[in-house]
């Protein structure tokens, strides 16, 4: 039987287990990367580990999400992150160079190699070729010092493309038109592959854009063959001696083969609040639009914002419509200037932003109360945009720019000259804003560390009670994302400082859990968080389990619990319960007492079933952790990093 692609990756950077699905395995990783606002942990946590220097074969810091620099603290955590990055022989991207995924995918991406990077969308590193994995920064951390990668051998799922790409129509819409078929949960544990004749007609850039939002379905990764498209765009970055081709076996086999047509496929959208909430653009032609935002990882390349600058040249933006456009790298913005579409595009009345996250994290153009925002970027959770009662819709950067024009929702295939843009021969390469890579992997050891007073410090966890005295802090439904759970946009610039941070948790659902967890923890109980279904979704914070963990959380029971955010909890020391019977949820309420008797019996048990008992209520249930005999270590020990201190892995 042959291979296919995931295999062929997974099987040569195989540490150990075996790729049989739902076993765990650990993997070889090659390169990594962080960003600021995961980045200032992973490092601390680095550095806590006691290692001299990263021995991955390449390690990039980059700051692209924390650029705002309102008050010290971000600035602080960019010298941190410079100065450890220096020290201990980490690419450095200095702010202004843009933002981590399409920087990684023109300068650093490899077809065959592993990449584990503290941020979800990391997995765009499909788009070359890579078996590209979000995680935790303390994973990263780990990683980044040689270490190997733990995960959930995948299954795997073709997804097979056919025809071509109409105008109007781009890689958005594949990657929606996905989300219409998979949703944005029950898909832990698997990976996709894209194949078919229809990715010839997807240049790189595309692919990236559907390998990213593949983050978006909750599978670990997206990956697409090394092929033709992959050497000219490698040759055209000017990294030919980066390419080599990779394709999956003729007889290979899958879990699932899911066809799309690009001959028919549509322009689609997703609407208010949720990724998975699709429909198609001509369904809701003729809605209005307030807001219109280019830009993000997922839609920020030279093709994409060269398409949305042809689209608008010579036209002004519709009057009653905002418009940003936040490129995806210095990269892009010199070459949109270069070609002059940079005005072009503030003459059609477009407001540049910086080429970084901006506007996707809620960091800047936040829509006016109740307003209609149209937007290029992978995620749309309720509140994420800065404005709560915000109606957050995600759209191609095509749909986008018509909506722009018209002023409400149109589908683009209406628009006369819808332009082709070609891969550039060559694109503009100048590496000036990554530093020390010449010490790469070697470091500068004496380099000093700088620590401003936003640099906090890492809290450790406590090794597993004997016995769970719990309170159900907070029941929250389905879909809980990790948004959530620790808040971004104007919160951001406390990630460095977790006691800062921790204020905030759950602050847009329940603003009383952190007086009244803080309270549980301080009379001596374990807080415990009762969840629904795909609890965790979304973004790769750790904080959304170190937070927690620091307010004495030391169980989650839900009704399922998404990939990286399951890892984080282990890595922190929560437990992460799934119930036997999703009905007992409905017998929990907020503040009854939770217990259960023996806890490490629970954690040593081969099933890990637990009675719980609800003390409140005179009732019990069960519920399970599923867990490997690693996950298990760290769980008694209180965590990866105590788990690390006391030398029990
Ligand atoms: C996101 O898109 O939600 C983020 C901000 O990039 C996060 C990382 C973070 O929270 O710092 C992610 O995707 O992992
Ligand atoms: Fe940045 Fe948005 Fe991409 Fe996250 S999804 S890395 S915030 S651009």
């Known amino acids: 039987m042959g291979k296919n692609l995931v295999e062929k990756i997974l099987g040569a950077h195989l540490v150990s287990g075996e790729l049989v699905p739902g076993s765990e395995i650990a993997i070889r990783i090659d390169q990594t990367l962080t960003q600021d606002a995961t980045g200032t942990m992973a490092f601390l946590q680095f550095e806590s580990m006691g290692l001299d220097r990263a021995k991955a074969e390449l390690a990039v810091s980059y700051v692209d999400h924390n650029t705002i620099q309102v008050g010290y603290e971000n600035a602080d955590d960019h010298a941190y992150l410079r100065s450890v990055a220096q020290r201990y022989g980490v690419v450095f991207s200095k702010p202004g160079n843009g933002i981590c995924h399409q920087l990684h995918i023109e300068r650093f991406g490899k077809p065959g190699k592993t990449l584990l990077g503290s941020d979800s969308h990391t997995p765009m590193g499909g788009g070359v070729g890579m078996i590209a994995i979000g995680a935790g920064g303390?994973?990263?951390?780990?990683?980044?010092?040689?270490?190997?990668?733990?995960?959930?051998?995948?299954?795997?799922?073709?997804?097979?493309?056919?025809?071509?790409m109409q105008k109007g129509v781009s890689a958005k819409d594949v990657i929606l038109k996905l989300l219409s078929i998979l949703g944005t949960n029950g898909n832990v544990g698997t990976m996709i592959e894209y194949g078919g004749p229809g990715i010839d007609s997807l240049?790189?850039?595309?692919?990236?854009?559907?390998?990213?939002?593949?983050?978006?379905?909750?599978?670990?990764?997206?990956?697409?063959?090394?092929?033709?498209?992959?050497?000219?765009?490698?040759?055209?970055q000017l990294r030919p001696n980066d390419w080599t081709p990779l394709a999956a076996d003729p007889d290979a086999n899958y879990e699932r083969i899911i066809e799309i047509d690009l001959n028919t496929l549509e322009p689609h959208i997703a609407c208010p609040h949720s990724p998975g909430n699709i429909a198609t653009v001509a369904s809701l032609a003729g809605t209005k639009v307030n807001q219109v935002l280019f830009g993000s990882c997922t839609n920020s390349s030279y093709r994409d914002l060269c398409t949305v600058a042809l689209l608008l040249r010579g036209k002004h933006v519709h009057p009653e419509v905002e418009v940003g456009l936040a490129p995806g790298s210095r990269q892009v913005v010199v070459m949109l200037s270069r070609d002059g579409l940079l005005g072009e595009l503030v003459a059609s009345g477009v407001r540049i932003l910086e080429n970084a996250c901006g506007f996707c994290i809620g960091n800047h153009m936040s829509p006016a109360s109740n307003a209609v925002s149209l937007r290029t970027n992978n995620r749309n959770f309720e509140g994420r945009s800065g404005t709560k009662s915000a109606q957050v819709y995600l759209v191609s950067p095509e749909t986008a720019a018509a909506a722009a024009l018209t002023g409400v929702i149109t589908d683009p295939r209406t628009l006369a000259d819808i332009p082709a843009v070609p891969a550039p021969e060559r694109y503009t390469v100048d590496d000036a804003l990554f530093l020390f890579r010449e010490t790469a992997g070697q470091g500068v050891p004496d380099t000093p560390i700088v620590r401003g007073p936003n640099i906090g410090a890492v809290p450790s966890g406590q090794p597993l009670p004997a016995k769970l005295d719990g309170i159900a802090a907070i029941k929250v439904g389905d879909k809980i994302?990790?948004?959530?759970?620790?808040?971004?946009?104007?919160?951001?610039?406390?990630?460095?400082?977790?006691?800062a941070y921790a204020k905030f948790v759950f602050e847009d659902v329940d603003s009383t859990f952190y007086d009244r967890s803080s309270a549980n923890r301080d009379a001596g109980h374990h807080n415990v968080i009762i969840a629904g279904e795909s609890y965790g979704q979304g973004s790769s914070r750790e904080h959304a389990a170190l937070c927690p963990m620091y307010l004495g959380v030391k169980a989650v029971i839900a009704k399922s619990i998404e990939r990286i955010h399951c890892a984080n909890l282990i890595n922190f020391g929560i437990i992460p319960f799934v119930f036997d019977d999703p009905s007992a949820y409905d017998t929990i309420a907020e503040n009854d007492q939770i217990v259960i008797d023996d806890l490490h019996a629970v954690i040593n048990d081969t099933k890990g079933q637990a009675t719980i008992r609800n003390l409140t209520k005179g009732s019990s249930?069960?519920?399970?952790?599923?867990?490997?005999?690693?996950?298990?270590?760290?769980?008694?020990?209180?965590g990866l990093l105590a788990a690390v201190a006391k030398g029990a892995i």
């Open 138 to 164: 303390i994973d990263v951390a780990v990683a980044m010092g040689g270490g190997a990668f733990y995960l959930t051998s995948p299954k795997v799922t073709l997804v097979r493309l056919s025809g071509t």
């Open 203 to 236: 240049d790189l850039p595309s692919r990236a854009t559907i390998a990213n939002m593949g983050a978006e379905l909750g599978v670990t990764a997206s990956v697409f063959p090394s092929d033709e498209v992959t050497r000219q765009f490698l040759a055209a």
């Open 481 to 499: 994302t990790t948004d959530h759970i620790m808040p971004a946009g104007a919160r951001l610039k406390y990630r460095s400082n977790v006691p």
């Open 621 to 638: 249930f069960t519920a399970t952790v599923a867990l490997s005999d690693r996950q298990k270590t760290l769980l008694l020990h209180g």
